[in-house]
Each structure stands twice: as structure tokens, then as C-alpha cells.
């Protein structure tokens, strides 16, 4: 509940950052787990993991012996994120834009599992092209990047990069979501 009202105060305050007034539902979450293919993961990455709530269920499908550095804007999400008891939890208060320095700074290879909630919608061109072009050198190859987006735009950036996506939508969400899923080839 807490995590609910700190969601919807920081909406309020940031609206095109925040972009959604309520966390992922848990419907969201099962999909974005299942599109991760999280099983044998050592090191994930997510972007904008908000409360953490997404977080939590990314934590529940890791193997044991994996890391999951979250990257994520707002100081206080990042707060919240710092309440959530697992040693492999890295939260940083970092933009997606830092993600290469902060694999580098927390002494990780590249990623198996890259998630991204933030709105590609609000950025602009520019600044969409370079994260899709951070994420996919951070990526191992065969590694899989999702991005859960309100709209399509996140496919301007991505398909360039990384080809058709497969696309599943989650209606139990409110507004509808999108789960895209890109694999980056294995040589
Ligand atoms: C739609 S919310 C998703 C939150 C959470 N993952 C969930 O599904 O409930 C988008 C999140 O991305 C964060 N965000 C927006 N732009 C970002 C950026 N450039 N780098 C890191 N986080 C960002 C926002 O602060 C917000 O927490």
C-alpha cells in the first residue's frame, strides 16, 4: 500500500518520467518474468524498476548465484528499493543512460537479462537510439532484452538494433501493456 501511494505521489510529481500511476500488476510482472527467461541468468539488469515491485519478481525467478543491478532515476524509488532484503540486489540511483559505467563500477561482464520499464515514449530520438545502443553492448551474446511499454515506440530504437520483436500484450493491466522480447545473436 505504501509502495502504491509513494507511486502515485511520484507520478504526480514527475508525470513523463514516472509515466504510470499505478505499479506493474501482477499479471504484468508474470509476463515480464516468463518473457525474461530468468532460470539460468547470472547477471540481469533492469531499468526503472520504480518501487520495486517488479524487482521482488524478477528476485523470486533468479538462480541463487546471480545479480540484479537496478538502475533507476528517482532518489526515492531508489529508497524503497534499499528496504529489499537480497545480497544480490545491486539498486543504483543512476539513468538508464549510465548503465555501461555502472556495470563496469560494480565489477559485472555483460548482462544475460536486460528488463526496461522506462517509458520510451516520453524520450526523445536521440536519447532513445543511444539506451538501445548501451543495452545492446552490454548484452552477452544470446542475451535477451524486454522492455513493457504503454506504446510501440520503444520498436523505433530497437528493431535497428536487434530485428523484429515478438510482441504479447497484457490486458490485465491498466492501461494495456506490451512486453517486447528481443534475443541478440548467440556469435
Ligand atoms: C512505468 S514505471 C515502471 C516501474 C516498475 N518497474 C513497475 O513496473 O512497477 C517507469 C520507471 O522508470 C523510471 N525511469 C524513467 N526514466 C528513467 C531513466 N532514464 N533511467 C532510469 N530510470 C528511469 C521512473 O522513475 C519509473 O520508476
Known sequence: MRSASLFLGEFLRRPAEVASMVPSSPWLKRRIVAAASLADAHVVIELGPGTGGTTRALLSAM???????SLELNERFVESLRGIEDERLIP????????ETQ???HG??????????????????RQGAAIVDTVNRCLAPGGVFV?????RRVKRFSEPVFGP???????????????????????
Open 165 to 187: 520483436a515478438e510482441v504479447a500484450m497484457e490486458w490485465r493491466s491498466l492501461p494495456p501493456i506490451r512486453v517486447f522480447r528481443w534475443q541478440k545473436p548467440s556469435v
Open 92 to 99: 543504483c540511483c543512476a539513468s538508464a543512460t549510465e548503465l
Open 147 to 151: 522492455a513493457y511499454q504503454l506504446s
Open 63 to 69: 538462480p541463487e548465484a546471480s545479480q540484479l543491478l
Open 108 to 125: 559485472l561482464v555483460a548482462a544475460d537479462v536486460i528488463l526496461s520499464g522506462i517509458p520510451f515514449s516520453r524520450i526523445d530520438q
Open 103 to 105: 556495470l563496469v563500477e
